[in-house]
T-cell receptor, first 113, second 114 residues
Framework: DAKTTQPTSMDCAEGRAANLPCNHS???????VYWYRQIHSQGPQYIIH???NNETNEMASLIITEDRKSSTLILPHATLRDTAVYYC??????????????FGSGTRLSIRP | IAGITQAPTSQILAAGRRMTLRCTQD?????MYWYRQDLGLGLRLIHY???????GKGEVPDGYSVSRANTDDFPLTLASAVPSQTSVYFC?????????????FGPGTRLTVL
């Protein structure tokens, strides 16, 4: 059970903001929202994560709704190199031997020139 | 700093043969993970290790075994390969296990079982 729902595919014009939605309606209070991406034939790459507050780093912004049931990853100025599959992941923060990270099927983002 | 390395890059294997995929990290991360990636199924966790000497089962552990004798190495073994194990395998590591921590992924091993 991936616990997240994402669109199968999206596209965006180069230079525009790409907004990728994710539904995680069954998220628990201690679960973080993580975003990774995978460019063709490469290993997944970490983008950003958050718990309750909106977050921003050099790659992207993460907007989490107040009820935490959904979030949006924003790539502010998409480039062709942002073409990838984007994974929204909900993971449990634990400090024992039980630590599992479940990837869903992701959103295939295509940036058009 | 190399990060995470995996070997081999790719391999074609006859069914029934034994195969070990190697994974080494030089970041002194405590936790390591093995995933497989198949078209249409995304990334699935096979096994993980939260610290040297301990391992745990992920989503799809059957047919695979792992060991974690030290911090740096986390080999994945297919005792008797079957065609359904044809996949791309990614190793990953994180500084801490279970905590809010980034996972770093290796370049992957493409395995074909005939």
């Amino acid at each position: 059970d991936a616990k997240t729902t994402q669109p199968t595919s999206m596209d965006c014009a180069e230079g525009r903001a790409a907004n990728l939605p994710c539904n995680h309606s069954t998220i628990s209070g201690n679960e973080y929202v993580y975003w990774y991406r995978q460019i063709h034939s490469q290993g997944p790459q970490y983008i950003i994560h958050g718990l309750k507050n909106n977050e921003t780093n050099e790659m992207a912004s993460l907007i989490i709704t107040e009820d935490r049931k959904s979030s949006t990853l924003i790539l502010p100025h998409a480039t062709l190199r942002d073409t990838a599959v984007y994974y929204c992941i909900v993971r449990v923060e634990v400090y024992s031997s039980a630590s599992k990270i479940i990837f869903g099927s992701g959103t295939r983002l295509s940036i058009r020139p | 700093i190399a990060g995470i390395t995996q070997a081999p890059t790719s391999q074609i294997l006859a069914a029934g043969r034994r195969m070990t995929l190697r994974c080494t990290q030089d970041m002194r991360h405590n936790a390591m993970y093995w995933y497989r990636q198949d078209l249409g199924l995304g990334l699935r966790l096979i096994h993980y290790s939260n610290t040297a000497g301990t391992t745990g089962k992920g989503e799809v552990p059957d047919g695979y075994s792992v060991s974690r004798a030290n911090t740096d190495d986390f080999p994945l073994t297919l005792a008797s390969a079957v065609p359904s194990q044809t996949s791309v395998y990614f190793c990953a590591s994180s500084r801490l296990a279970g905590a809010v921590d980034t996972q770093y992924f290796g370049p992957g091993t493409r395995l074909t079982v005939l």
